[in-house]
């Protein structure tokens, strides 16, 4: 079990949760502090769900880079500069050997068994994505072996057509979908989200 862990590595890609900072769709509806709470509730809810299990290697891939001192669970990794594509090109380059699944924060309903399914599926198959109702996608896992491309290169980033020119961009690629999802984006996703659940 230890060496299968060291193998798979987990990533939540996460902004610092600051008050005014992230999430300015979320904010226009809930208001800045209404952000605020989502966001340390969402990193709350998947440090809890996701950060123990002994099946895979959690990291953190953190915005800004420093400080760290808000990572509770997991081994911090600098997103660094650049658009989407570029930031996940570095997280993914920078793991050590073994498959990759990298979730965002705004999903706090990500499960164990969401995360299991979707190293499963990397077996079989060099890539794995959970379609999000927005056209993007919640997480997307990669193989990670030689000659295997990384499809972040020309990828419309948080529009209708990420999915689409992900999967455009692995080619003939075997690749796999989990269930969609919605990402919390703004004040209906929000309720949605945490029906029948409520911020603390």
Known sequence: MGA??????????????????GKRRLATDVGDLGALRFSRYALDRLWRELGVDPRWTLWVATSPDRPHDWVRLGRPLPQGPGDLGRRLRRVVCRLPPGPAVIIGADTPGVTRTDIARAFAALGPKAAVLGPAVDGGYWLIGLRRRPREPLPFAGVRWSSVHT???????????????????????????????????RLR
């Open 163 to 197: 999915l689409d020119d992900t999967l455009q961009a692995l080619g003939d690629a075997p690749r796999a979908l989990l269930q969609v999802r919605e990402d919390v984006d703004d004040g209906a996703a929000l309720r949605r989200a945490l029906r029948p659940r």
């Open 4 to 21: 299968d862990r060291a193998r798979r590595h987990l990533v939540i890609f996460a902004r610092q949760p600051r008050l005014g900072v």
